[in-house]
């Protein structure tokens, strides 16, 4: 039958792969399978082959819902596949040919619900309640684990949309925040720090009403229509910034693809900016300060759409060592945690093992905070660690530097 969409994979791109096999021991999936059909080369192949005709049926699908779509293997890759693109190309088309069970509320999920602010708030005070009761009997047990990864809920907190903040100091530019799905329902304290950092930075911060969910999660699951919605959205809340400012590294490699999913996306995908490039950079050009060395030390997990997808290696670690700590590394290959959006609810025992694997590195730095800049990637590490470790994002720990240091 071949593809049967607008998005399907590109075949130039798909026979770009030149089955060198370099990508294999950077997959995640390969290194825990050793199966060929758990690698990038056996996913492109496979891709490749329904070309020829092979069907896009359950084994095809289950090829393909493997992946992590992590991006490790594009970083190795010296004939340059654009993976990640070509992965959800392959998911569009899994979604449209291939109906199995569960695929409706899945749509309703990441296309539908992630969109409406009410629906999120709700979801934030239902996790209060279980947080605060301890009832976790309630939760269906495959979302139990990695709801037990979430922060403490503050119930009182709402929204940013509609926020402007003033910078302090004399203003150098306008820096519009993504809001974001359930980085503003369930991340309040992260969206506290980046406006209280910006607008030291000196940066006149706005959150456009009008926006919505970034739209990551419809696209890696396959949601084509939703996704593009998203997208059209807000490049339309932010139409006139000049700098798109995101905390969440899966939010932020997405809208930096909006080329892909928006008629005007290029534009902002060409002024988004991760908050650690900003405030490294603010740093970097003294509008920032740097705290005095503590003696404090802290561990560090790069999230796989921070470290693979944009290529940000060193701003976060820049942003730590400004708050006086020493970032103590705790992997230099960057292997996925196994969050991966829906991943730890549809592939439990992949995700399961690279969440462990991930938690037993950050105990072998033996730090009692490790720093991630990713919301998924950090409810799976809280969700493997417990209470052992603190997980946070590295401009909470810049923000309360500068405060313990009466900055
Ligand atoms: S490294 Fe790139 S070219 Fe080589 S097998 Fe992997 S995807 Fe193909
Ligand atoms: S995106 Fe990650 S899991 Fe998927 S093929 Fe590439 S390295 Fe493997």
């Keep these: 039958m071949g593809w049967v969409t607008e998005h399907a994979p590109i075949a130039s791109e798909v026979n770009t792969c030149i089955q060198c096999g370099l990508c ?8 825990l399978t050793g199966r060929e059909t758990a690698s990038p080369r056996g996913r492109l192949t496979a891709m490749a082959a329904v070309v020829d005709g092979f069907p896009v049926d359950q084994s095809f699908a289950d090829i393909m819902g493997s992946c992590l779509q992590c991006r490790a293997c594009e970083v190795v890759c010296p004939a340059f596949v654009p993976f990640g693109k070509t992965m959800e190309a392959a998911r569009v088309e899994v979604s449209a040919q291939h ?78 925040v993504l809001s974001g799905c359930v980085m503003d329902s369930w991340f309040s304290g992260v969206h506290e720090a980046t406006i209280e950092v910006l607008a030291r930075a000196g940066y006149d911060v706005v959150v456009p009403n009008a926006q919505t969910c970034c739209g990551a999660l419809a696209a890696h699951d396959g949601w084509a229509d939703d996704a593009r919605a998203m997208a059209e959205i807000n490049v339309s809340a932010f139409e006139d910034a000049d700098v798109v400012v995101v905390n969440s590294a899966g939010c932020g490699a997405h809208l930096k693809e909006y080329e892909h999913w928006a008629d005007e996306g290029a534009r902002v995908a060409a002024v988004t900016r991760d908050i650690t490039e900003v405030v490294a950079d ?9 705290v005095d060395a503590t003696g ?17 290696i060193e701003q976060p670690r820049t942003v730590l ?87």
């Design 24 to 31: 294999l021991p950077s997959c995640p999936t390969f290194r």
């Design 99 to 176: 109906h199995t069970r569960g695929r409706g509320v899945r749509r309703l999920l990441v296309g539908r619900a992630l969109r409406s602010r009410r629906l999120l708030r709700l979801s934030a005070l239902g996790a209060w309640v279980v947080q605060r009761g301890r009832l976790w009997f309630l939760v269906p047990k495959q979302l139990r684990g990695g709801l037990r990864g979430m922060r403490r809920i503050d119930a009182r907190a709402s929204s940013i949309a509609g926020t402007n903040r003033s910078s302090i100091g004399p203003p150098r530019g306008v820096a519009a």
């Design 282 to 290: 603010a740093i970097n050009s003294r509008y920032l300060p740097v």
């Design 296 to 312: 404090g030390s802290v561990a560090i997990q790069d999230p796989c759409h921070l470290r693979h997808a944009q290529r940000i």
């Design 321 to 407: 060592e400004a708050a006086g700590l020493t970032v103590v590394e705790i992997d230099v290959a960057g292997q996925c945690c196994g969050a991966a959006g829906l991943y730890s609810i549809l592939e439990p025992e992949l995700s399961g093992q690279l969440g462990a694997a991930k938690a037993a590195q950050v105990v072998a730095a033996g730090q009692s905070v490790v720093a991630s800049a990713n919301p998924g990637c950090e409810m799976q590490l809280r969700s493997h660690l417990a209470d052992q470790v603190r997980v946070a994002h590295p401009v909470e720990l810049y923000l309360e530097a500068l405060q313990e240091a009466g900055l």
